[in-house]
């Protein structure tokens, strides 16, 4: 029996966006179920003295590089942000209160491209607004299910879990107990997915 995969992810980050659209293969090849995990990447920075990596400039300038070889690997069109990094709140609020909800998957790709692929200003709540619409969702609905305590207490205890559980960065996966950083390690992800 293959083994759960619990993917924590940001939509702020880049290489969680790879990780997003990765993991759908995964998970359909090893038959793994995937447990999608929002945690606000801001809050670990902050609990665990952490700084993005693109803080280093030309380990920065490596990773988006590095970062399009692997997009262009799996076919995945990647658009650097110009407005990188991006307050994600709202938007992971929003994840928060949809974990459980039939809607989650298809709001995560909205969200996710609106932040990777149309490179928008994803901090700004009505550019949210429109890029929620215009992918078929109710935005205002949505961005109310953000500002409620139950969303935004789901995901303060998503984060403070992962922080418990040792993950100072996203994309971050859990299979068997282990933990795996980063969306170039997702090989060893499927590996121990298959057990």
Known sequence: MPNKIEFLFDVGSPTAFLAWHRLKGIATRTGAPLVKVPILLGGVFKATSGMPPGSVAAKGRWMNEDMQRWAARDGITLVMNPNFPVNTIAMMRILAGLQGDPRFDAVGDTLFAGMWQQARSMADPEVVAATLAEGGHDAAGLLALAQTPEAKQRLLE????????????????????EMHFGQDRLEWVEAAARG
Do not use: Q, S
Request: aromatic share 10%; with cysteine.
């Open 158 to 177: 998503n984060t403070e879990a992962a922080v418990a559980r040792g993950v100072f960065g996203a994309p971050t996966c859990f299979v068997a107990g």
